[in-house]
């Protein structure tokens, strides 16, 4: 009989500790593994500001190279007597591309051309009788990063009227504001080479003459490319940046743009989010309508690469009442709207070069 008591208090003690070890696996098995936590849209947010704020800062220091004491010596060298209104084929302006090809060196620009010439020959015959000569695009370069096969034009004209009768037409604002515009903004992105901040894509610095004979210069360059049209992103055209007109006398902070949305609405929707990231610039768009009677779309020189299909803008603050007359002198320019004009531009080109993807083409 107490054998039979002691063998079945130890089988209950068996019973209850199996129980209770089942019941602990069973805990265990049915316990799933902690879930990772997400980041919140406020982390999210947080982690995109910071980055932005990066970018921001990042541009912002070299559009800070661009002063208006330098483009003041830009245009005052450019629109001096010693050019002679730097008229096509003539000794004014055989005399400004080499300032200009000697500012490139300065800076350490490349040439575009393979062999270190900075100029690409127009023969006299292309300008059917308009030139009593010869001339010259000068055209530099900065080769991209990563996207070096992809290109973007920043182009102005550097040319005049030359000299007439014993008056000399120096072209300040028409256009040696716009040359003054792109050779700081060669600076500007050579400097941030240097320091190894890019451009991801290339830019080129084209300075064209023959424009005030008809276009020539970026005709010529756009039947000779010396990069491939197909892979030319952009043109961001300068012509005419350093004064203002009648209409925008009592607040000259602005700037015309014309062309932007003419083949890529996303070239204009960029345009106007840096233009309100960076520099609150009024963008006049009045020239821009089909309508509009001075159809300046069509007469400079960033419509040769638009009749590539190559998405445009052109700069331009109007005429006013020393166009094309000898009274267009270095005096008149407005240098800090020189200064946030070529700024604005610089950040259009920053963005556009460094951006993952090129711009869409959705027009035609």
Partial sequence: MKNSILLLLTLLLISCGTSKSGSQDQTAISTPPPTPTAPSTTTVNTVKDKVEEKTV??????????????????????????????????????IAAQYIVDYYKNLGVSAANTDGNYLQHIPVEYFRGRSKDASENVIAYIKGTEKSDEYIVLSAHYDHLGVRGEEIYNGADDDASGTSAVLEIAEAFQKASKDGKGPKRSIIFLNVTGEEEGLFGSKFYTENPIFPLENTVVNLNIDMVGRFDKKHADNPEFVYLIGADKLSQELHDLSEAVNKKYTNLILDYTYNDENDPNRFYYRSDHYNFAKNNIPIIFYFNGVHEDYHKPTDTADKIRYDLLQKRTQLIFYTAWEIANRENRLVIDKK
């Fill in 57 to 94: 800062a990042l541009a912002t220091k070299y559009a800070e190279s661009i002063t208006e004491d330098d483009l003041k010596k830009l245009v005052y060298k450019l629109a001096s007597d010693e050019f002679e209104g730097r008229k096509t084929g003539e000794k004014g302006q055989k």
